[in-house]
């Protein structure tokens, strides 16, 4: 294997570890600073609060702390 071909499958496998990852710890379980902004601006969508879409993510742990 190349030395391409070997930081390519290293990359792969770190992404199947990461995804196994968040599968097996739910989002709800875990703590608001854990979660990825993703899941923020969801939870923000979710709880009708106005402008998340423009937040960064520190605002929207903020905004959702409140």
Do not use: H, W
């Amino acid at each position: 294997m190349s030395v391409t071909g070997f930081n390519r499958r290293r990359r792969e496998m770190e992404a199947l570890k990461i995804e196994r990852q968040s599968k097996t710890r739910p989002a709800e379980g875990r703590e608001i600073k854990e979660k990825s902004f993703k899941e923020l601006r969801a939870e923000a969508k979710e709880k009708g609060i106005e402008g998340y879409i423009k937040m960064k993510k520190a605002e929207l742990i903020e905004a959702l702390k409140g």
